[in-house]
């Protein structure tokens, strides 16, 4: 392996936890941005026949705890994939087959995996609040990967870096979520961060889905996807998630898809350069149709490449943190 | 560890993928079959007091991920050990958690994975012509790890392997591959390989699971084993697998046992250097009796071994073919 | 890394497995407790933010396969992490989707693991005997991480362990085995190796948990907690494992605690300088009330961390022990 000389985490950095986006700075985030694409560009060096390396062991030696309490391949699978290209161990908690089962407390288990002198835990929870809790409670790292409805900073900070790849900037443009932002925890993050870098955002989907209330954050609310078609920028489709609606938010999929599905004849409507993302998993046919999410306007793929590019980024400045600071 | 000159992949090899071995030709057999027993000298060497290393970086920064759709834990293990002796590190991803059970498509599940920038996939699954329909669709290499009951062309390799270590070829050998036809890749893979390399082929189990539609394929179809006793070089007793018979293809085990177990008494007719092979997991008493699996005619677990050389062989000359090729 | 010379394992150390301490000497636990103090500075060493490596790859090109046939995250976890410190690859062998299910015999699976020239399995099963049935069936190592209700031994070497640093003796201490006896794998262990140091011991606990027939093993059994309070030096509280209890062995969990809960008010009629112990997962406010369990007289954590350090001490000697020996 080459020899790493990365140096120091940015000056600046001074978090040991990456918990959310809320109270995160414009600075801070690009801080963020900046080292991820620095890490992409090992990421995506080489073919595989040159007998290149794309693995740069900064936390060699340093060991990683998947602890996820609620089902997820993809965002676990990305977190792995960073943390052994850093040169990490990575073990995965889980917490079906757990002491938890056997009346141990939360914190009681943390403790314990404390105790093994891990490094860092990557947690997801349904309860919000967790990664905090879990920051308290121990001397290692937390890096929230999703808690309840409230933050999925990862999501967020990957969803804002292929934006900014794609137009060169995050400030002035226009951001609409569409879909269902009362179950979701990527719209909160994504948010936080977007109006931090000064852009605009527009919440858009049906009335059970999207509150008025959310413009307290800032940001406007529309319930029309075809009246925000010319103005918008960035159209990020949230999944629908049915397996965290409890009463069912609209009459059918059909329905749905016809009002606020991004397909051939929207993005007829919408600006030249428009740029289509979405976190995924994808429900083909809803949220988008198959031309416009193979499209040359959708970034969707470009998104899963940079989840790993920040999640290196994460681990290693939120790990590398000067004491003190 | 040693440092690594093992140069390029032999010439004449010019696979990205491994899917199966019907299109395959003697020369690409022989191939991994030679580079397979470079790499068993290295799993075999020492014992564990000397301190030798089994390891040989060669793909060390690769990544490879386990895309299994049915319980494997033999096979998807083997692989796991492969990789990693050859530096690779290793990510499962287990379909019952995975983003399939909410509405993904698997190309999309597999498109994802493939933007995470990992090398290789080794893929299972229930449905005929998986690990094909997935090298058409990403750019990086595909191991087929069975496929239906299509072709399962690392067991035949290693079942071939074993073979040819035994008698120093195997043009001319005969072999018979006895039991459960109808349902197995195995059988499909280890025809079109044994005939390929110039072996002759017998067939042989009860009429509802042979059919003599497969004469087609150049083999012979037996329904005695009995009859064929003293003409066969290799038995390989294919496995019952109960679970994947939707009708109960004999009356009774005890039947089955009787007219196509191999024992003691049978073996006693058989050629005297007459080598037992079984892809496992066996049913003692069912396929083969225990003192024929356990006796000195049995290579059955030289099979395993080698099943782990043949992964390292072709994990390798896929990753290490030459572009353009 | 650094460079590891950590010369031979301890002259002394013969043994090629580590299944019980029933018939282990007290040179050769105190050989064990030596090398994880050893291990044990490196595992401390360092807060994150220096570029220190806690790893030692003295096993590096080895693989440990994790055989567990009973849920463990605790111990699992700790054993992975000690064999990844020491630079082992680490597969697990999950039970539930096993060649098992289809019929395989358990030797036939370890042998099978064996011809995949893995080097140490690590193995759980409910079956008392499990780990050495295995020892006697393979040339691999083969370490026991709990048989039934028989021994877990690396359970009482890290309690041990515990005593020892808190006292920097064993041999005249007083260790009280308090709770679930007769569930209890962890309190045979304890009982061997406590008494092969020249510990005192005392069981207690209901008379449904605690027989007479224990003092046989040359230790003695009070019914009452209060009774032995100023006599004892270390309380090794034992989990109530419900799930292991066919009947309820105490009318209620309330009268439990009243009983044999150890709180402040039996903590200060304790010798001044009492130690607390408890294998873990807690109860809290069962077996211990949660101001004892976080209080300074526990060492609750303290075995945790010594739990990795004995995992790999036991790994490291077992595997690197000297042929002939």
Same mark, same amino acid.
Request: with cysteine; hydrophobic share 40%.
């Given at each position: 392996?080459?020899?790493? %000389?990365?140096?120091?985490?940015?000056?600046?950095?001074?978090?040991?936890?990456?918990?959310?986006?809320? %109270?995160?700075?414009a600075g801070e985030i690009e801080l963020i941005l900046d080292q991820a694409e620095r890490f992409r560009l090992i990421l995506m060096r080489g073919a595989s026949y040159e007998s290149c390396?794309?693995?740069?062991?900064?936390?060699?030696?340093?060991?990683?705890?998947?602890? !996820? !309490?609620?089902?997820?391949?993809?965002?676990?699978t990305s977190f792995s994939l960073a943390a052994r290209r850093l040169g990490m161990d990575v073990v995965d908690f889980s917490a079906?087959?757990?002491?938890?089962?056997?009346?141990?407390? !939360?914190? %009681?288990?943390?403790?314990?995996?404390?105790?093994?002198?891990?490094?860092?835990?990557?947690?997801?929870?349904s309860c919000p609040g967790t990664a905090m809790l879990l920051s308290e409670n121990i001397r290692g790292h937390v890096l929230n990967a999703g808690d309840g409805a409230h933050e999925h900073p990862t999501q967020a900070l990957l969803d804002i870096l292929t934006i900014r790849q794609r137009f060169g900037k995050v400030a002035g443009l226009t951001v609409a979520l569409v879909g269902d932002i009362a179950h979701s925890r990527t719209a909160r993050s994504n948010i936080w961060g977007l109006r931090a870098l000064g852009a605009n955002v527009i919440l858009c989907g049906p009335s059970t889905l999207v509150s008025r209330q959310w413009e307290a954050l800032g940001v406007k609310v529309s319930y029309s996807l075809d009246a925000i078609l010319d103005q918008v920028d960035v159209f990020n489709l949230l999944r629908i998630q049915f397996e965290r609606q409890v009463i069912r938010p609209f009459p059918s999929t059909r329905e749905y898809a016809h009002l606020y599905g991004m397909d051939a004849a929207r993005l007829?409507?919408?600006?030249?350069?428009?740029?289509?993302?979405?976190?995924?998993?994808?429900?083909?046919?809803?949220?988008?149709?198959?031309?416009?999410? %193979?499209g040359q306007h959708s970034a969707i793929l470009d998104q899963v490449t940079n989840g790993v590019a920040i999640r290196m980024a994460t681990l290693w400045m939120c790990i590398n943190v000067k004491p003190e600071n």
């Open positions: 392996m080459e020899v790493c %000389d990365w140096g120091d985490v940015p000056v600046g950095w001074r978090r040991r936890h990456l918990l959310g986006l809320e %109270d995160m700075s390396n794309r693995k740069i062991p900064l936390l060699s030696g340093k060991t990683c705890v998947n602890l !996820f !309490f609620e089902n997820s391949t993809r965002t676990k079906s087959t757990s002491s938890l089962s056997k009346g141990e407390t !939360f914190i %009681d288990t943390v403790k314990n995996l404390e105790a093994m002198q891990v490094d860092v835990i990557v947690v997801r929870h007829a409507k919408a600006k030249t350069d428009v740029l289509i993302i979405a976190p995924g998993p994808i429900n083909r046919g809803l949220e988008v149709t198959p031309d416009v999410a %193979d």
